[in-house]
C-alpha cells in the first residue's frame, strides 16, 4: 500500500489525512504533493477553487492586496490601461473618465473644463467665457467688445457694426442708442452724434449731417 500525492490545484497540510483540500478562490498550487497553496499576487486573482493559476486582472480593473477571488473595476474618474496592475490612476485636471472601468482618462473637449483631478465628467464653459482648445483646467472669459450667449462656446462673438459690449464676459451685444453710431466691429463703446448730426433708432453705423436749414444739438436723435 501507498500513499497518493495530492493533485495540482489541492493540497494536504496535515499527516494522516485522508483526502486532499481544494485549494480556496483567491489561491493557487501548480505542484503536485503540495501540504499549502500559494495567495494570488497583487493584480491577480483566481475565481474558483483548485486554480492550478492566477489570472491577471485586465486593463481596467486591479486587485491591490494578495489572495483575491476577483478584480475591481476601476471607480469613474480613475483609469487603468495596463492589465496585473495593483493600483488605478487618477486623471488629470482637463481630462475624465465617466464610467468604472475605463481603461484610459479622456481630453476635455474644447469648450468645456474639469479643474479637479478624478472628475467622472467635464462643464461646459458658461455664457460669457469660451475655451478653444481641449484638456483645459478653466475657460476665458470673453473681452468687451466680444459677446457669446451660449454655453460650450470654443470663441466669442464680435460685436457688429451698430453694436457694443463695455464688459468683459457680455452675453449679448448692445445696439449704439438713438443719437450714436458705430461703424466698427468689436468696439466697447458707440460714438455720439456732433453737433449738426443725428442718429434715428438704435444701431447705427453712422451719423447723418443735418439737412441744409435745420440744426441738431450733440447727440441728439
Not at 490601461?81 to 490612476?89: I, M, T
Not at 445696439?175 to 468696439?187: F, K, T
Not at 449738426?196 to 438704435?202: K, V
Not at 447723418?208 to 441728439?220: K, L, M, V
Request: charged share 15%; hydrophobic share 25%.
Amino acid at each position: 500500500d501507498h500513499c497518493d500525492k495530492c493533485p495540482a490545484g489541492s493540497f494536504s497540510a496535515n499527516a494522516g489525512s485522508s483526502n486532499c483540500t481544494m485549494c480556496p478562490a483567491g489561491q493557487y498550487n501548480w505542484v503536485v504533493g503540495a501540504y499549502s497553496c500559494n495567495l494570488c499576487a497583487p493584480g491577480y486573482h483566481s475565481a474558483t477553487e483548485g486554480s492550478l493559476k492566477c489570472d491577471s486582472c485586465p486593463a481596467g480593473s486591479i486587485t491591490d492586496r494578495e489572495g483575491q477571488s476577483e478584480c475591481s473595476l476601476c471607480p469613474a474618474g480613475y483609469a487603468q490601461s495596463l492589465p496585473a496592475q495593483d493600483s488605478c490612476y487618477i486623471c488629470q485636471p482637463g481630462q475624465f473618465s465617466p464610467s468604472a472601468g475605463s481603461t484610459r482618462c479622456t481630453r476635455c473637449e474644447a469648450g468645456s473644463y474639469s479643474n479637479q483631478a478624478g472628475k467622472a465628467s467635464c462643464t461646459k464653459c458658461s455664457a460669457g467665457w469660451y475655451q478653444p482648445y481641449s484638456k483645459q483646467k478653466e475657460c476665458k472669459i470673453c473681452a468687451a467688445g466680444t459677446a457669446q450667449a451660449l454655453e460650450g462656446a470654443t470663441e466669442c462673438s464680435v460685436c457688429e457694426p451698430g453694436t457694443f459690449s463695455n464688459k468683459n464676459g457680455a452675453l449679448d451685444c448692445t445696439p449704439c442708442a438713438e443719437g450714436s453710431a458705430q461703424d466698427h466691429e468689436g468696439q466697447t463703446s458707440c460714438n455720439v452724434c456732433k453737433g449738426g448730426q443725428f442718429a434715428g433708432g438704435e444701431g447705427n453705423l453712422k451719423c447723418a449731417e443735418c439737412a441744409a436749414g435745420s440744426f441738431s444739438h450733440q447727440g441728439r436723435v
